[in-house]
C-alpha cells in the first residue's frame, strides 16, 4: 500500500474516489486519468484497490500515474467487489466516497457536479446521475437515464419494479456507511442492490441534473453481463 499522502488541513480531500479492479487493465488507465482530469473541484485523492491481480499489466498502468492524489491497496487474493468496496470505504479519507468501475470514465464535471449537491443539501446521504453508454472502443451507443425519486418512493420502486440507480455514479456520505454499514461479500453480483435497500430507508437519494456524470462501457466482460443474470436473480 501507498503512504498515505500529508495534506495540510484546508486541503484534505474532501471527496475519495475509489476504483476496483482485478486482471483487467484494457481500460484502467483512461478510468484513472478520467479521474485525474476532474475540472472545476481539486480536493479529492483517488484509492486503487488491486483485489488479487495476477495480471502484471494492472500494477505498471497504476504505477504509470506519478500523482501524489493515487494510492494503491493490494488484496494479496481476489475477494470479490464487495470486499474491495469495503477496502476502499475503509481508507477512504473524505467525507465523500464515489465509485468507478475499471472500465468507466468520469465525465470532467463530475466531482464538482455531485459535490454541489451535497453542499445545497447537507443532510442528503447518497448522491447518483445519469450514464452515457459507451462501446470498448469508448463509442457512444446509447444512454441510461436515471431519476429524482422521493424516499418512499425510492423504496417501492427498489423493492416492486426496478434498480434504477447506476451503480458507478454514485456518491455515499461517509455518514451512510457508518449507520447502515458496508457492502456484504456474500452477494457477488448485487450488492449495490442489497446496500440501496438499506440505505433508502434511512436517508434522502438525490439525482444529479444536467445529463450523464459518467461514461459506463459496453464490451461484453461486465460483471452485470446478461451470462450472470441468473446469479444476479438468485440474489435478489
Partial sequence: MAPVPSYPRSREPRVTVGIATYNRDTYLAEAIESVLAQEGFDRFE?????????NPRVGEVVRSFADSRVRVVRHPSNEGIAAAYNTIVGEARG????????DDRCLPDRLGRQVAIFNRHPQTGVVHGD??????EGREIGSWPS??????????TLVRRHNYLIDPTRMVHRRVYETVGRYDPSYRISQDF?????????FRFRH????????LRRHGDN?????NQEQERLEV
Fill in 46 to 54: 483517488l484509492v486503487v484497490v488491486e483485489d488479487g491481480t495476477t
Fill in 95 to 102: 467525507e465523500l466516497i464515489a465509485l468507478l468501475g475499471d
Fill in 131 to 136: 450514464a452515457s453508454i459507451i462501446d470498448g
Fill in 147 to 156: 431519476a429524482e425519486l422521493y424516499p418512499g418512493q425510492l423504496l417501492r
Fill in 194 to 202: 442489497h446496500f440501496w435497500l438499506r440505505a433508502a430507508r434511512r
Fill in 208 to 215: 444529479t441534473p444536467g445529463g450523464p456524470v459518467i461514461c
Fill in 223 to 227: 460483471l452485470s453481463d446478461e451470462r
